[in-house]
């Protein structure tokens, strides 16, 4: 079973950077062929696709992030990565890693918390 665990998450005000990273563990040697998401969660909100990255690194971005966020990999440790730039109060929330675009529900790690001041 694959193991999320997130980290990287913090306080910072409006227009800092953050950096978050995902540890996936038990994928044996499938990590490189598999397609990669970060999610965010606010409360009271559903969660959403913010960026997501394939097996061959096609990138899509959800519009409100498109130019501030980069995902990025890195397949020998088993990890990949979101460069947050620019941030905005909105960009407040819980970020979680799964796979994508059909994450099992019963895999997602604990999230890490990202909060912007203004």
């Known amino acids: 079973q694959v193991q999320l665990v997130e980290s990287g998450g913090g306080l910072v005000q409006a227009g800092g950077s953050l950096r978050l990273s995902c540890k996936a563990s038990?994928?044996?040697?499938?990590?490189?062929?598999?397609?990669w998401g970060w999610y965010r969660q606010a409360p009271g909100k559903q969660r959403e696709l913010v960026a997501s990255?394939?097996?061959?690194?096609?990138?899509s971005y959800a519009d409100s992030v498109k130019g501030r966020f980069t995902i990025s990999r890195d397949n020998p440790r088993g990890m990949f990565f979101l460069q947050m730039n620019s941030l905005k109060t909105e960009d407040a929330a819980v970020y979680y890693c799964n796979t994508y675009p059909s994450p099992p529900n019963t895999n997602w790690g604990q999230g890490t918390q990202v909060t912007v001041s203004s």
């Open positions: 038990g994928t044996g040697s499938s990590f490189r062929s598999m397609n």
């Open positions: 990255i394939t097996s061959r690194y096609g990138k």
